[in-house]
């Protein structure tokens, strides 16, 4: 069964920033892309950043809304993939999880991320 592990949330003013990171137990993320999904009060969950497989054509893939703030990136050794949010925005609060993707299995608690002044 696989099982995501997500942490670094917290509260933060609009422009702050918030490093996320997300393990796995049981999956080796180097194999297989990894999504970075927000789901805001009351609306469906949504792929924020996207890091590719290795060896894929393409390394990491943003949704409009993110590009340019958000950096995705995997560390090989702590076997972890890891969402680096600047310049937040109060539409940026929520819930953050890590999932394959597609995903795959159990969904983790996600860790909570709140932008305000």
């Known amino acids: 069964q696989v099982q995501f592990v997500e942490s670094g949330g917290g509260l933060v003013q609009p422009g702050g920033s918030l490093r996320l990171s997300c393990a796995s137990s049981s999956f080796n993320f180097l194999w297989d892309t990894v999504s970075w999904y927000h789901q805001a009060p009351a609306r469906e969950r949504d792929v924020v950043a996207t890091i590719f497989r290795q060896g894929a054509p393409s390394l990491v893939m943003y949704a409009d809304s993110v590009k340019g703030r958000f950096t995705i990136s995997r560390d090989h050794v702590k076997n972890t993939v890891n969402l680096e949010m600047n310049n937040l925005k109060p539409e940026d609060s929520g819930a953050y999880y890590c999932?394959?993707?597609?995903?795959?299995?159990?969904w983790g608690q996600g860790t909570q991320v709140t932008v305000s002044s």
């Open positions: 999932n394959m993707n597609p995903p795959l299995g159990d």
